[in-house]
């Protein structure tokens, strides 16, 4: 039986036996502090949803070989996750089908460039990647890059983005899981439904949210207002 459980057995018994109030109160306050002590998850429909479309996270490099010795980026909006936003430059990326042009830069630089297209772009591109987390580039495809003022023929960094959801240690305490954990997510609405395989990226550096591409988004109606739970 649990806690609450516990609670309820003890006034049955104290109505049925001679037990005195101030037994009772003392066992009740014994029962309550351990009650405070476990966390409270939350389950409720509270974690916000970001959606991204394809994108491009430069090294300082091959930003240089892409604009120019020195090149700067230039930031048009922040972005939800701290330190992070949107640049005015883009880039056209190249597979051995076709080209998609317009693909946004995000900032700031990263050790290695990496690009992070739909499952879609696939077949335009004809090049994909199985869903990886961030950073994950080993053994992935690669693609070409066309800017300014030069191209890169990168060998690996092209990957399908596996949807997660980034919180802090203490969001991750609080809704009763671990960074790289994988859990399953519930939207709701006329499209609503069920995402598994949704990783958990727990740290000090993050903002709660639950990140999924547009073409996710799209499957289940999703838009910027709404919210998701987690459902293990």
Request: net charge neutral; with cysteine.
């Amino acid at each position: 039986m649990d806690k609450y459980g516990d609670v309820l057995k003890l006034l049955i018994e104290a109505v049925k036996s001679n037990i005195s109030p101030a037994e009772v109160k003392e066992a009740l306050v014994a029962v309550s502090a351990n009650l405070s002590e476990e966390p409270v998850l939350e389950s409720s429909y509270n974690i916000p949803v970001g959606i991204s479309n394809r994108h491009i996270h430069l090294s300082q490099e091959d930003l240089y070989i892409l604009f120019g010795e020195g090149y700067q980026l230039h930031k048009v909006k922040d972005l939800s996750q701290p330190g992070q936003y949107a640049c005015k430059e883009t880039l056209i990326i190249c597979g051995p089908k076709g080209a998609i042009e317009k693909v946004r830069i995000l900032g700031p630089c990263r050790s290695k460039t990496q690009v992070e297209i739909l499952e879609g772009d696939s077949y335009k591109l004809g090049r994909g990647s199985k869903p990886r987390m961030s950073g994950d580039l080993a053994g992935t495809p690669g693609i070409t890059l066309i800017g300014p003022n030069g191209s890169l023929q990168l060998t690996e960094g092209l990957i399908v983005a596996q949807r997660h959801i980034h919180m802090t240690p203490d969001d991750a305490k609080r809704l009763g899981v671990q960074n790289g954990q994988v859990v399953s997510i519930e939207f709701i609405g006329p499209r609503g439904g069920i995402f598994n395989n949704v990783a958990i990226r727990a740290n000090a550096a993050s903002a709660l949210e639950c990140h999924i591409d547009t073409e996710e988004a799209n499957a289940m109606g999703v838009n910027s207002a709404t919210k998701v739970r987690i459902i293990k």
